[in-house]
């Protein structure tokens, strides 16, 4: 697969969260986030039809492409969408 270079970091970043929100189950987490309106500590698998190990997965992408943060409150991961980064990206979105 043949790759190309983009200008900038700011068009890295942007291409990094347009690939995280473009998978329907990583779309759907940030909806539940959403929803929900605050920090989710408890499940979120509840609400999806994938194993816990899949959805590790998908919260590490969007957390890597900082479009979510998690808190460490043992013995969980607190999850909460990254609203300063997801305004950003909207923002590039638009002018696109």
Not at 27 to 56: F, H, K, N
Request: net charge neutral.
């Amino acid at each position: 697969m043949k790759t190309i270079e983009l200008p900038s970091t700011t068009d890295e970043r942007l291409v990094t969260m347009l690939r995280a929100v473009a998978n329907p189950i990583r779309y759907r987490i940030l909806q539940i986030l959403r929803e929900r309106g605050e920090c989710q500590c408890g499940p979120l698998g509840d609400s999806l039809p994938i194993a816990q190990s899949t959805l590790s997965q998908h919260l590490k992408v969007l957390r890597e492409a900082g479009l979510i943060q998690g808190t460490v409150t043992s013995p969980s991961i607190c999850y909460c969408r990254d609203e300063e980064n997801i305004a950003w990206l909207k923002q590039f979105v638009q002018d696109l």
